[in-house]
């Protein structure tokens, strides 16, 4: 009895040790990639601009970032999704003057395929690009050694009241890249919010 309880025990400690070996493994792997791996993450382009959307009667204000990704590292990367901040609050920050202003601002964001040039000389462009979206966007683009990428997100907020007022100065929006390293870059922008004059 006490040979077959000792035969159990040792396999269960074999078992465990190889669970244990396994993770290690993997956990020096991503170690490695993160070590190879030099990211920059850049702003390129933007259009912000007021908008009047007929549908809805409403006026709102669109951004878009073209945002550039150079892996400047040794290894491939991946960037697997975009993502707002888990928190809707910090996602978008309405702000007047230096004061965060109390009051949730209705925020849609999608990815877009056009150029923000080929947008400015066609606007029908755009109307095909919006789309509601998740709180996570999947991308799968791989990024290889030298390479650099370019992604573009659009950002459509409900900047105003009925009377045309701007609810705040400025919104800060914060987006988090997210890669196949286990490591996530923040993009932050301060989105100016201009009276509409029209």
């Known amino acids: 009895m006490m040979k077959k309880i ?9 078992l465990v040790a190889l669970i244990v070996a396994v993770y290690t493994l993997y956990q020096s792997s991503i170690i490695r990639k993160i070590a190879l791996t030099h990211i920059d993450v ?3 382009n933007s ?25 400047h590292g040794a290894t491939t990367i991946a960037l697997e999704s975009v993502d ?7 996602f978008v920050i309405p702000l007047k003057g230096e004061a965060v202003v109390d009051q949730s ?19 029908r462009l755009l109307k ?3 789309k509601d979206m998740d709180k996570s966007m999947p991308v799968a683009m791989e990024i290889k050694p030298g390479q650099t990428k370019t992604i573009r997100v659009g950002l459509v907020l409900d900047a105003y009241d009925k009377d045309k ?23 932050r922008r301060g ?3 201009p009276p509409i004059t029209y």
């Open 6 to 14: 000792k035969s159990h025990l040792a396999l269960l400690l074999s």
């Open 165 to 187: 007022k701007a609810l705040a100065d400025v919104m800060l929006v914060s987006f988090q890249l997210v890669f196949d390293h286990g490591r996530a870059y923040y993009f």
């Open 47 to 71: 259009l912000l601009t007021p908008f009047f959307d007929q549908e809805s009667g409403k006026n709102g204000f669109l951004a878009i970032y073209e945002i550039a990704v150079d892996n």
């Open 84 to 90: 707002q901040l888990s928190d809707v609050s910090e």
């Open 105 to 123: 601002i209705s925020a849609k964001w999608f990815l877009v395929d056009a150029k923000i040039s080929d947008i400015q000389s066609d606007p």
């Open 128 to 130: 095909n690009a919006i």
């Open 42 to 44: 850049q702003e390129r």
């Open 191 to 193: 989105v100016p919010i």
